[in-house]
């Protein structure tokens, strides 16, 4: 996976301590609007991919995924909630889950780019009891609830504000920055969960019964209103398992 660093770099190098890129950002009008997206792309690339599996009584995990750029001179994340260390994830998840956790399946791995730039490479499993640990668990803004049989997952994707009329040089610079480190990346999301149950939901695709997908290019979150990703699961009776008999 390709995580080229734009021809425009040069022009924000301050950028990698992100301390000194906001002191700098606070002085530049039309700029500041763009922060929290700017210390997202201009420090490196960034992909997530999220796969939920669903039981038969609807607790599970996440299998969580993600490309993110470190530090110069750590092993630390430019994107804080991002972390790579698993002590340091397993904190996060106890603090806000408000109970113990410890996540499995971990990974982590380094890759240097030629570019000269570091990504770090994260794998891991954490497990929730009932859906609406998901609130706490999944990216964006989640509201779990039960409604007339289902249970309904909402999800707000956020997107970078649109560019105004109005913009300034600098403004558009950086939106145009940001547009070009937003291709090729992506933000992948998978539910899995038992056949019998009924699964409507206003984006995505139905890959099998059971499997269902979607996928977001970074690009899509420019100049959008963000993305309102609504599941709604329905329980079925599961078929009995017939003992077995020698």
């Known amino acids: 996976m390709q995580h080229p660093l734009p021809s425009l770099a040069s022009d924000f190098v301050f950028i990698l301590d992100l301390a000194a890129f906001r002191a700098q950002v606070a002085f530049v009008p039309g700029l500041k609007r763009f922060l929290p997206c700017a210390l997202l792309l201009l420090a490196g690339c960034f992909d997530y991919s999220e796969s939920i599996y669903f039981s038969g009584d609807l607790s599970g995990f996440v299998e969580i995924e993600y490309w993110v750029p470190l530090r110069n001179k750590s092993e630390s994340s430019l994107i804080s909630y991002f972390q790579i260390e698993k002590a340091d994830i397993n904190k996060r998840y106890t603090q806000t889950l408000a109970r113990p956790v410890e996540i499995t399946d971990y990974s982590k791995s380094i890759e240097q780019k030629q570019e000269g730039n570091r990504i770090g490479h994260v794998r ?5 009891r009932a859906p609406g640990e998901l609130e706490r668990i999944l990216i964006g803004k989640t509201r779990v ?16 504000p649109a560019l105004s009329d109005e913009a300034g040089r600098i403004s558009r610079r950086v939106h145009e920055l940001m547009r070009t480190t937003m291709t090729g990346h992506k933000l992948s999301f998978w539910i899995f969960y038992p056949e019998q149950f009924d699964l409507f939901t206003n984006h995505g695709t139905i890959i099998r019964p059971g499997v269902q997908s979607l996928t977001l290019p970074m690009i899509t979150t420019l100049n959008n209103s963000g993305v309102v990703w609504t599941m709604e699961i329905k329980t079925n009776p599961l078929p009995l398992v017939a003992p077995r008999t020698r």
């Open 145 to 160: 609830y039960f409604h007339d049989g289902r249970y309904v997952i909402q999800r707000n994707i956020p997107s970078a």
């Open 124 to 128: 891991y499993r954490i497990a929730f």
